[in-house]
């Protein structure tokens, strides 16, 4: 009864009486007791997964998937990822960072006994704190879903509506950042990988915003998907499955414009994110000065990488490299540029020159800089270097004794004024501008898993 009481006073607090009841109807029309409605949305999911080439996540509670293996497990090999979304649906926000570790590790027990997979963690109800990031990283995991985004096109959808909620639950529930004041990209903490969600989901529109209409829900996260798709962004969509017959129309609308998008939005699962962000967190440059004309560079990387520069010298400016061998090796070539993303452009090659005097093209660093200022020049890809010699870079930062997440915007607008060339590693594999990624939380498959969840079972 203690667990139902905390239950009812979370709800209350974030949904009010109004909203409980709802939900209570929400609940019956949704859900039924054999688990078969629940079974035939996984499959539509998994189908849509299949007719656009990637795995969807189904971050399911791991006491659920134990009651309900005979009717997922067939979907373990499936074009399916599986994720821990808790042992059981509990709130992780009051809970300690050895509470934490215990929930996940009786959740991947039971994922592991069950002989499915799993490498990533979202908490119920996105109730994370400051202790959730180690205890994921302590059960060897690969990723945790967790920070929310909110966009513009939330804010403009219902304003009236949206003052009320985010008087009330908003910042109660997810403490979300500001997209647009925001880079909303993966972060790499320790050896997790950080991936951020977009707000509003599903459960916001159609159940706190009362938003059934699927073309109204099409342009609010249409919206997102644009503006992730022009600022080189991630869109992590959520939906719960319980309410994919109404969003079944704006997901697939989405994933039919990017795929449509001339090819360049990476459609793509959750573990592959991870996998890139890792991968790509390997990524280094090696620069050889060119007798004060220029440098050599080679960049370090998998072919997947893309690697781009900006403030090249025009075709005819370059000056004409003889073949030498050098620690580079092989023959050394001027880069060659194609546009690509604002004023970047891509280099083909992995060996090659660029004209910039006594610059070295990257960015310079003072030594007593933030190490939140390193962590995100590496996750944007940046080729930096620590260093007392303000003069000899690109451009030098000097002025980041502190830095956090409302500089971010700010650095990047600096960078992009430079008028001398700057290397660095693209965001995403392939030349891909932008990333979107589908994810559901599947907290129940029946009536009965529900009324369990009121005693923490």
């Known amino acids: 009864m203690r667990r139902f009481g905390q239950y009812l006073a979370f709800v209350l607090e974030t949904k009010g009486l109004s909203g409980f009841i709802l939900r209570i109807g929400s609940l019956i029309r ?165 991936i951020p969600i977009a707000l509003p989901d599903d459960e916001i529109l159609v159940d706190r915003l009362g938003i059934s209409d699927p073309k109204t829900i099409t342009k609010i996260w249409t919206e ?60 280094e440059f090696a620069f050889e000065a060119a007798g004060g004309k220029g440098y050599y560079v080679r960049g370090k990387c998998t072919d997947r990488a893309t690697i781009l520069a900006r403030n090249l010298p025009t075709p005819h400016q370059f000056p004409m490299c003889a073949e030498r061998t050098s620690e580079f090796g092989g023959k050394l070539v001027r880069g060659s540029d194609v546009p690509f993303f604002q004023d970047y452009h891509i280099i083909k090659d992995r060996t090659f020159f660029i004209e910039s005097k006594n610059l070295k093209p990257c960015i310079g660093v003072a030594p007593r800089s933030a190490e939140m200022l390193l962590k995100f020049l590496a996750d944007e890809g940046f080729a930096y270097e620590v260093s007392d010699d303000d003069a000899g870079y690109s451009l030098f930062l000097s002025e980041y004794q502190t830095f956090g997440r409302e500089n971010e915007l700010d650095l990047l607008r600096t960078i992009g004024q430079t008028r001398n060339p700057i290397v660095r590693y693209w965001l995403w594999p392939d030349a891909k501008k932008s990333a979107f990624v589908t994810s559901h939380d599947l907290d129940c498959v029946t009536l009965t898993d529900f009324l369990l969840r009121l005693f923490g079972r």
């Not at 205890?135 to 966009?151: D, H, K, R």
């Not at 997901?251 to 414009?257: A, F, P, Q, R, Y």
């Not at 793509?268 to 790509?280: L, P, S, V, Y």
Request: charged letters at 25%; hydrophobic letters at 40%; proline letters at 4%.
């Open 224 to 283: 997102i998907l644009e503006s992730t798709h022009r600022r080189g962004d991630i869109f992590v969509l959520q939906l719960h499955p319980e309410r994919f017959p109404i969003c079944r129309e704006p997901m697939e609308v989405l994933l039919d414009k990017a795929l449509h998008s001339k090819r360049d939005i990476w459609i793509t699962g959750m573990k592959e994110i991870a996998q890139w962000w890792k991968e790509k967190s390997q990524f």
């Open 30 to 194: 949704r859900f039924d007791l054999s688990g078969n409605k629940m079974k035939e949305t996984i499959l539509q999911i998994e189908q849509l997964g299949k007719k656009y080439g990637y795995r969807p996540a189904i971050i399911i509670p791991a006491l659920v998937l134990k009651r309900h293996h005979d009717l997922l497990n067939h979907r373990a090999d499936a074009n399916i990822e599986f994720a821990i979304h808790g042992y059981s649906h509990k709130n992780f926000k009051p809970l300690d960072l050895n509470q934490q570790v215990q929930e996940i590790s009786k959740a991947k027990s039971v994922f592991e006994e069950l002989q499915i997979y799993a490498c990533g963690f979202r908490a119920p109800y996105l109730s994370w704190n400051g202790h959730t990031n180690q205890a994921v990283q302590s059960n060897g995991l690969l990723w945790e879903s967790n920070e929310t985004f909110i966009w513009n096109g939330f804010k403009k959808s219902s304003l009236s509506k949206l003052q009320q909620f985010m008087e009330k639950a908003i910042h109660t529930l997810y403490s979300p950042l500001d997209a647009t004041k925001s880079v909303v990209i993966p972060r790499l903490q320790g050896e997790i990988v950080c």
